[in-house]
């Protein structure tokens, strides 16, 4: 039977999914290009939603212009070549990055226009040369039909599906469009993007990009293009290639620009057009400026010729225009040598591996320090004492390493290990550094102590959650701490309303107030002291549980790894945590300090619970009658004791059902007493011996 011939669509539905389209690129349009929503998430959601519905439903409606077609199609197993229509041309380099660079680029134009000394000065625009990958799209009928790399000019590759992942960059162009155009450009990751992209891979323990431009250009040549729509790219338009039928096209190349951006593109804002070449001299001087504050990495700025007849005129040179300069600005990346690695220990404990460098000039300042992030990375990108190494600046960032020149590396350089490079303990105050399972980071354990993390402390400290002393808030406490009248916590309670008067900005009554409250958060309860500690997992609810548990301070701090996993919704991370904390002698110091200073609470009110098989090993083999496996085990841990897998003299108690193996050979042998479930009910029910 032949297949249904697939139904057409009603006429109020096309109707429909056409206007969705439209508002959706409109939206788009004013999300990703003007960034100016027009209307919340949520409805923009819903629209979205309606559209994929109807096109689902309507096959018939289905077209590649859907802004649901951005992500669409599979895997390539190669990219297809492009003949460019006309060639995508490369631009001449002033050496000179003095000003005199453009001076001397309209001295040799006038020149080879035949213009005198008093002949009428050259119209210019001056833009951005963005630092990312050229492409050139082709519209036909308005329609985006082919995303091509610039490749070797003539001829590039076929990135068609990548290119319609760009957010912002129009599927299909708004107004009166002529049936050919080709709109070039370039594809840029913004800073913001690409440091939130590597911001995340670090936070997952993956590769990161080495830099915006690579980011750019390595997601455009994914072959799979699910992997290109995650990835946060943005289109520029600057140029063009083949355009046929516009009537009424423009003839400048700054009016060129203004209609690719009615059209739907995005054009940097920073651009200048006018007479001479002060013009961009100007436009150099204060894009150098604001390099730093741009949302994407630029390397210099390009000056072009305005009026397009000129240009036509001037033609190209060595397959480079004549009528156009690229003038560059200083690297934004650089090599230097690594000298050392020093370990920055953060306010909250975090360890930061920084590279000490060889003072190198980059992006504009001189840099003598760079982040590794963390161990992972280093050992990723096999950063080693003694490389030469490949630093890179742009923004207002932080510099780091991006990678190694690896011919240059010295003999006997070894890979980085933090742990070695400190000898397990934490620069700052040597108390140990732990790092867990699972996560990417290494930390000082000395959180009370550590003079890195005494604000975090004193903050966490004072807390409303925690001892909940009024009007000690952040200011105060960096004026305390800078002013060293705080350098440990129990300098708190040896505050005197005479010494805060001193302060700046501090009347004496509040001074007297402050002093109050200091006293008065004396007396608290023990959940609030525990959370007041800041250790690492335990949070107000934890503390809470800690403080019902044990019902005193002393036995949380004697308290080993097996008791702490019995609290509720402690596990083996956060037992390890409280554990190691209380491990570090300087902790425990800074806790009876603070004891000794005054703080106290009344007794928790309930007794802790009953752990009457506390220390107790079982193990179970064969099947229970009616007890579950998992069943019993909890039932066990509920009362403090242990569920091992296999029988040894350490065990107590091995609990036999149906079918038992050799489990149970084995405590035959080692004469460990033997319970059947009901054995085990009564033995959970009185909580002693059996
Ligand atoms: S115009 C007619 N304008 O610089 C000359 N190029 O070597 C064609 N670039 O690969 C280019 N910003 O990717 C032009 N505002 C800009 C540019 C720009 C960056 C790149 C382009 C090309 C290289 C030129």
Redesign the pocket.
Known sequence: MPPPPSPQAPADVAQRVRALREDIARYDHAYYVLDAPLLPDADYDALYAELQRLEQDWPDLRSAESPTQRVGGSALPGFAAVRHALP????RTETDTTPQGARAFDQRLRHRLGLDEDAPALQYQA????DGL?ISLRYEQGVLVLGAT?GDGETGEDVTQNVRTIRNLPLRLRGSVPPVLEVRG?VVMRRADFLRYNEQQRARGLATLVNPRNGAAGSIRQLDPRIAAQRPLAFYA??WGEIAGWQGQPDTQHAMLDAFAAMGFAVAAQRAHGAGPEVLVDFHARILGERDRLPFDIDGV?YKVDSLELQRRLGARNRE?VW?L?HKYPPQERSTRLLAIDVQVGRTGKLTPVARLEPVFVGGVTVTNATLHNEDEARRKDVRIGDTVIVRRAGDVIPEIVGVVAERRPPGAVPFDLQALLHGSCPVCGSQIEREAEEVDWRCSGGLYCAAQRKQALLHYAGRLAMDIEGLGDKLVDQLVDGGLLRALPDIYALRAEQLAQLPRMAEKSAAKLVQAIRDSLHTTLARFIYALGIRHVGEATAKDLARHFGALQPLLDADLLRLEQVPDVGPVVARSIHTFFAQEHNREVLQQLLAAGVHWDEVAAPPREQPLLGCTFVLTGTLPTLGREQARARIEAAGGKVSGSVSRKTRYVVVGAEAGSKLDRARELGVELLDEEALLRLLAQGGEA
């Open positions: 995508m041309l490369s631009i833009e951005l040369k963005f050229a610039r370039e600057y140029g390009v225009p156009a690229a």
